[in-house]
């Protein structure tokens, strides 16, 4: 389908008039212009939300119509839109565009965005040809963890002995004094954990980056960008790290999904 074609498409509705000038075009990821449309995808409005692809030179974008009178920012509606960039990412190479990139119509896909950054989208798209990001997410068993840090740190029991069937006001020093004591052990086993996943990863991974704990038990929470027929490798070095934790962290390996972490195209209308 050409760009001309792609356009029409979005300018008219079925009876052959022009579309409701309330409805804008929500753009989704770059991706190679020979991407396939295979017409039962949707995004950002549930099933009405038909993904249509936008064709420029050697890129393309995906994209659907949507309501501008539409809220929009509902976990629904990022739901929608990260499912779709990761399900384009398992196929073919995709450069994320941020959440709620919305613009007038499909002439302004490639006036905008398309046409002005083809060449750097091009080279990016190669760089991503064969690869896809992988998150690697660890969280503590607390019961497990805390019993560590107990026996790390033998104060911590004198404190609880201390603040026994005492009221909450006699022993506020002594229970925020705990609180810290987990608090510390816990983000330098973090520390530590995620070095030692870093390190297990790198060997298997083309680049990495550290993400921001979801969650106070958070153990691990890493992005690595790994070649595609490389995943079985990276799944087997998880489970001998897995085995290794077994009982203290519990571990997850989400993906393969869009390089949100790596590399995030410059959306229509951004500076």
């Not at 212009?33 to 295979?38: I, K, L, N, S």
């Not at 809220?71 to 839109?81: I, K, N, Q, R, S």
């Not at 995943?231 to 949100?260: F, H, S, T």
């Amino acid at each position: 389908m050409s760009t001309s074609e792609a356009t029409d498409r979005h300018q008219r509705s079925e009876d052959g008039q022009r579309s409701d000038p309330r409805v804008g075009t929500y753009v989704y990821g770059i991706v190679p212009a020979d991407v396939e449309e295979t017409g039962d995808a949707h995004g950002v409005g549930g099933p009405s939300a038909e993904v249509a692809v936008v064709r420029h030179g050697d890129i393309a974008a995906l994209v659907s119509e949507l309501r501008l009178d539409r809220p929009l920012g509902t976990p629904e509606d990022l739901m929608a839109h990260e499912g779709l960039l990761d399900a384009a990412a398992a196929e073919v190479p995709v450069l994320p565009i941020r959440f709620g990139a919305v613009v007038t119509g499909p002439e302004a896909v490639v006036e905008e965005l398309l046409a002005p950054h083809h060449d750097e989208f091009q080279a990016a798209l190669e760089e991503l040809e064969g690869r896809a990001e992988y998150v690697i997410k660890g969280r503590y068993v607390e019961r497990a963890i805390l019993t560590e840090i107990m026996d790390e740190h033998p104060q911590l029991a004198q404190l609880r002995e201390q603040i026994r069937d005492q009221p909450e006001e006699v022993t506020r020093d002594a229970r925020i004094q705990i609180g810290e004591i987990v608090d510390q052990a816990i983000n330098a086993k973090r520390e530590a954990d995620t070095q030692a996943a870093l390190d297990a990863v790198t060997p298997v991974s083309e680049f990495t980056s550290l993400r921001d704990p979801s969650h106070e038990l958070d153990a691990v929470h890493l992005a690595v960008l790994v070649e595609t027929d490389r995943q079985d490798e990276l799944e087997q070095v998880l489970d001998k790290i897995a085995q290794r934790w077994a009982g203290r962290v519990e571990l997850r390996l989400l993906g393969p999904m869009a390089a949100y972490d790596f590399i995030v195209a410059q959306g229509a209308g951004d500076g």
